[in-house]
């Protein structure tokens, strides 16, 4: 079962331009995760949100959670065409003793066009 | 230091043979994680492990998926009898059982094609 939702499932914009993505789940969590994936590859991690957090900053990275409507946004600020990618959110709910475990949405595929 | 490492990083089967993937993870790592992802779609859980016992198998259809881990670093999934929906990218993760240390690291993955 998917918990994270991610709006759009595409986006394409020109380099310079902001990109902002959406994050919607359903049940209580513990923290909100951000991965990438290039095609063709791993995820890597980008970033983290706890449940008490509101708002996070990494380099051009700026994530915000909403515990109230479950949702998250990531904005990447002064896209480049390296950032072309899909983008998943995972929340992690937590377990009796201490496992996280993610779950992630479907994603959203950013184009970065030069 | 060095990342999660899966071989191999692709493979093509017919329906019904039977496939292997292994992962190494990152040295130290005591949590490792199988995902599956099928195109266009987010990773999916298949299974945990905590050293050499496993956590969560409840998306893990046992009747043709297994999977291990020895002496709790490497582990194996296995495919028997495949059939063409296991077509997909078969993702290894691994992460830290330290306080705060929720991140999970990422394989390149082993992209599975079932004809």
């Known amino acids: 079962s998917q918990q994270g939702e991610e709006d759009p499932q595409a986006l394409s914009i020109q380099e310079g331009e902001n990109a902002t993505m959406n994050c919607s789940y359903k049940?209580?969590?513990?923290?909100l995760q951000w991965y990438r994936q290039n095609s063709g590859r791993g995820l890597v991690h980008l970033i983290l949100?706890?449940?008490?957090?509101r708002e996070k900053h990494s380099g051009r990275l700026r994530v915000t959670l909403d515990t109230s409507k479950k949702s998250s946004s990531l904005l990447i600020t002064a896209s480049r065409a390296a950032d072309t990618a899909s983008y998943f959110c995972?929340?992690?709910?937590?377990?009796?003793?201490?496992?996280?475990?993610?779950?992630f949405g479907a994603g959203t595929r950013l184009a970065v066009h030069p | 230091e060095a990342g999660v490492a899966q071989s191999p990083r692709y493979k093509i089967i017919e329906k019904r043979q039977s496939v292997a993937f292994w992962c190494n993870p990152i040295?130290?790592?005591?949590?490792l994680y199988w995902y599956q992802q099928i195109l266009g779609q987010g990773p999916k859980l298949l299974i945990q492990?905590?050293?050499?016992?496993?956590?969560?198998d409840s998306q893990l259809p046992k009747d043709r998926f297994s999977a291990e881990r020895l002496k709790g670093v490497d582990s194996t999934l296995k495919i028997q009898p495949a059939k063409l929906e296991d077509s997909a990218v078969y993702l290894c993760?691994?992460?830290?059982?330290?306080?705060?240390?929720?991140?999970?690291?990422f394989g390149p993955g082993t992209r599975l094609l079932v004809l």
């Open positions: 995972a929340t992690d709910r937590g377990f009796s003793g201490g496992y996280n475990k993610l779950i």
């Open positions: 949100i706890r449940s008490n957090e």
């Open positions: 049940t209580s969590i513990n923290n």
């Open positions: 993760a691994s992460s830290s059982l330290l306080a705060n240390q929720e991140t999970q690291y």
């Open positions: 492990f905590q050293n050499n016992g496993v956590v969560d």
């Open positions: 040295s130290g790592h005591a949590t």
